[in-house]
Nanobody, 128 residues
Framework: QVQLVESGGGLVQAGGSLRLSCSAS????????MGWFRQAPGKEREFVAA??????YYADSVKGRFTISRDNAKNAVYLQMNSLEPEDTAVYYC???????????????????????WGQGTQVTVSS
């Protein structure tokens, strides 16, 4: 059974930093795309960042502030979040594409339908 478990969320002041972790179990995702999405209260789930091979993709709202990385030996993906803003407050979800052989466009990886597995989410709250 595949599981994605996020950790590292919490409460931080504006301008601060957090590092989210997503640990995968049940199968290896080293060749698969993995991503981060977020959902604020009353809003739709939105793309944050994704990584596939040597390529990383970011939402315009987080470019220059967030960095996605992965450790294939640990079957994990990370999201370093710097210069956090109150608008970043949301539940953050880790996601993984089930297909290691497929490489999509940058736009494809911003879509929730690109991912087959999802974590339960971790809350990030940024106070002003």
């Amino acid at each position: 059974q595949v599981q994605l478990v996020e950790s590292g969320g919490g409460l931080v002041q504006a301008g601060g930093s957090l590092r989210l972790s997503c640990s995968a179990s049940g199968r290896t995702f080293s060749s698969n795309a993995m991503g981060w999405f977020r959902q604020a209260p009353g809003k739709e789930r939105e793309f944050v960042a994704a990584i596939k091979g040597g390529s990383a993709y970011y939402a315009d709202s987080v470019k220059g502030r967030f960095t996605i990385s992965r450790d294939n030996a640990k079957n994990a993906v990370y999201l370093q979040m710097n210069s956090l803003e109150p608008e970043d407050t949301a539940v953050y979800y880790c996601a993984a594409d089930g297909r290691s052989y497929y490489t999509g466009t940058s736009y494809y990886y911003t879509r929730p339908y690109a991912y087959d597995y999802w974590g339960q989410g971790t809350q990030v709250t940024v106070s002003s």
